[in-house]
């Protein structure tokens, strides 16, 4: 099952990039650290 082990591996990897693409889209946050 390929498929099974590709999916397996897309959800903790976009898990992981979530937080990074939330804070590439919106610089303007206070965040300014």
Do not use: D, K
């Not at 390929?2 to 990897?13: D, K, N, W």
């Not at 693409?21 to 946050?29: D, I, T």
């Amino acid at each position: 099952m390929r498929h099974f082990s590709a999916f397996s591996i897309l959800v903790p990897l976009s898990a992981v990039s979530a937080p990074f693409f939330f804070l590439s889209l919106s610089p303007s946050l206070p965040h300014t650290r």
